[in-house]
């Protein structure tokens, strides 16, 4: 026990969660980092700063004490990584961290919604939306900008806002329902909940094609909002829980399987 | 008989055998050897070997002419269907345009009616192939089969004794044999191939006009494939996939790849490429030549049959042979049977079989093979 001790403490697991939008990267043992930078439009070149900005904060990713696990969509791209794990693996692995034990992992992220099951610490089952932005951190994302309003304010506006249907799946044609509202002069706030809705009908249908556990957690960008969190929870009837580092969880649990998965 | 060339350079050439028969196909012609297209596992080929007629599968399986489907069927539909029609319709397969007769089935209802319009520009004859196993589905099933007998009697001017439909059926059953005892060699732990070459061969025997011819070579590639195994495992143990749902081949053969390129190997093929069109023999004893055909080819477990009991049966037999860790159904987009039935078939799996499984959609375009290959990675590593 002792000498784990002494090993964890000199050595460094890093984490890179390659995200479509965002990547982050969180070390674990001798340093204690976090941090999160947009991916922009090459993997490549978000490594090349990720493997600098480590090495300010004093963690040399080509030494022998650190050990890197990548992740994510772009986690081929992190040619320094000791090893690569999908997203649910490391999802699975860092939300029950945040969780505290075995749970249900919603994840919203940019590209893809993902429901993941742990039981006894492991995956035991998953979905992912297929090839549709709709419920998807993509969608907020055009549906913000046609508001001409960024994330923030959208989930902002939302809470005092009466929401609107929006029956579109498709996330274009979701987009031309909207710059009709506008055309009729509907309030933004009131559009604003309605996009929200949207997208948790969506997360909320694709959860309930699987049991959940007693414990469901949200990770992802919209993790830490309450607003999205309560709105899911209302939709599925069950509590979601938001999480504070939620959008961590894919980068944390790389980090955590950085030190099990050592070979 | 014996192979002198390597078991790799032995399943290029099955992988290969498909393009083969391109030519092939033209010399048979040429010797005057009627040549019928056929489209299912339903297809009751011991009849139309019985005339000396050489049969050829035309499903397609490239998107190359779907833009060219699409002209006449919705986008919203199996690729299979429409890149058939596409390859039908633009003469780019030279299988059909070769064959003298193409034969269809009521099995799907993308399929049935596809075929309406492709009898506008060839010869199609029609079998009505019963959505059900029931008595009376089997006495429409026999009265079909014995249809198409005489159908071909007229149009090529011959007759097909019952002797020469039982001469078939031995040689079919031979080949039936002969490649189950080919995919067994998976039930191994570790395996002695790559799940890929076993699928080359499955897939390239269908594609062998002297179906006769098969055993013997079949057998020899079992042989030699045993011969190095005793000699050397040279594939480390992995995670054992069963890969079930709607054919394969060709493009969709990135699924294979997304599994064994991720770390897992497939050992066995229940859909229509492997296990289901090979697993039961017809019965030779049978006095009645039409009943025993009709017998056997009813009883295939595909998603078209309501209910659908064998395809279970056989799932959950070839999960205990081949110690199945874990089973990915591929389901072709928009085919509504199998996509609806694997509802059922994940419910099966898991619960009576205590084993994970996925569902995959694709079609027969490359661009979700990122997405392929995170599912399927993950699925692996759950595993």
């Known amino acids: 026990m002792k000498e784990d001790m002494w090993k964890i403490m000199s050595m460094n697991y890093v984490g890179i969660d390659i995200g479509s939008t965002a990547s982050k990267v969180v070390v674990r043992g001798k340093n204690d980092i976090r941090f999160v930078l947009p991916t922009g439009w090459s993997s490549k070149e978000t490594t090349i700063k990720i493997k600098e900005r480590l090495l300010e904060a004093g963690v040399d990713v080509a030494s022998e004490d650190t050990r890197v696990v990548a992740t994510g969509y772009g986690r081929v791209a992190v040619d320094f990584a000791d090893k690569v794990i999908t997203e649910i693996t490391c999802h699975a692995r860092g939300g029950r961290e945040l969780a505290g034990g075995d749970c249900t992992i919603i994840d919203v992220g940019g590209q893809d919604t993902k429901v993941i099951q742990v039981n006894q610490g492991v995956v035991t089952d998953f979905l992912m939306n297929d090839k549709c932005s709709a419920g998807t951190g993509k969608f907020l994302e055009i549906m913000a900008n046609r508001l001409g309003i960024t994330l923030n304010e959208l989930f902002e506006l939302a809470k005092t806002g009466e929401s609107i249907p929006i029956s579109s799946l498709c996330t274009v044609f979701a987009e031309s329902e909207i710059i009709s509202y506008i055309g009729e002069g509907r309030a933004r706030e009131d559009i604003a909940a309605g996009v929200i809705d949207s997208v948790v009908a969506k997360v909320a249908q694709l959860a309930q094609r699987q049991k959940s556990a007693e414990k469901i957690i949200l990770t992802g960008g919209l993790s830490h909002s309450d607003y999205f969190a309560s709105k899911l929870s209302e939709k599925m009837g069950k509590n979601v829980m938001p999480t504070e580092l939620g959008r961590f969880a894919g980068a944390l649990g790389a980090a955590y399987l950085a030190e099990e998965k050592r070979r | ?383």
């Open chain 2, 1 to 383: 008989m014996e192979l002198i060339k390597d078991l790799p350079e032995v399943f290029e050439e099955f992988a290969e055998q498909r393009q083969n028969s391109f030519l092939n196909v033209k010399k048979l012609k040429e010797q005057g050897i009627p040549v019928v297209g056929v489209y299912c596992t339903y297809f009751p080929q011991e009849i139309a070997m019985a005339m000396g007629a050489a049969t050829i599968g035309l499903c397609s399986t490239s998107d190359e002419t779907i833009p060219d489907a699409e002209k006449d069927l919705p986008k919203n539909l199996c690729p299979l269907i429409k890149s058939s029609y596409g390859f039908a319709k633009t003469d780019k397969c030279p299988f059909f345009y070769f064959s003298d007769v193409v034969v269809g089935e009521t099995t799907c209802d993308g399929k049935k009616k596809m075929y309406e319009y492709m009898a506008e520009f060839k010869p199609v004859h029609i079998m009505e192939l019963p959505n059900s196993q029931s008595p009376e589905a089997l006495e429409l099933w026999k009265k079909e089969i014995i249809k198409f007998k005489e159908f071909l009697e007229e149009k090529f001017e011959v007759e097909i004794t019952e002797e020469k439909i039982r001469e078939a059926i031995k040689v079919n059953n031979n080949v039936r044999r002969s490649l189950k005892k080919f995919y067994k060699v998976m039930a191994n732990d570790p395996v002695p191939m790559y799940g890929h070459n076993l699928f080359k061969v499955l897939y390239g025997s269908t594609f062998k006009f002297n179906r006769a011819a098969i055993p013997a070579e079949v057998d020899a590639v079992v042989e030699k494939i045993m011969a190095e195994y005793e000699v050397e495992k040279k594939i480390e143990k992995k995670p054992r996939i069963l890969v079930t749902g709607c054919p394969i081949g060709g493009a969709t053969e990135k699924v294979i790849r997304a599994i064994e390129d991720n770390g897992g190997v497939v050992v066995t093929y229940e859909n229509c490429s492997g296990a289901k069109s090979i697993d039961q023999l017809v019965d030779e004893d049978n006095p009645d030549v039409y009943d025993a055909l009709a017998r056997r080819y009813l009883n295939i477990g595909c998603s078209v049959m309501t209910p659908n009991p064998n395809r279970l049966e056989l799932l959950g037999r070839l999960i205990d042979e081949y110690k199945v860790d874990g089973v990915v159904e591929v389901v072709l987009q928009a085919c509504h049977t199998y996509n609806v039935e694997s509802f059922g078939i994940r419910r099966f799996v898991n619960e009576k079989k205590g084993i994970p499984y996925i569902a995959v959609e694709t079609d027969y375009s490359q661009a979700d093979i990122g997405q392929l290959n995170t599912r399927l990675t993950a699925f692996i590593e759950m595993l």
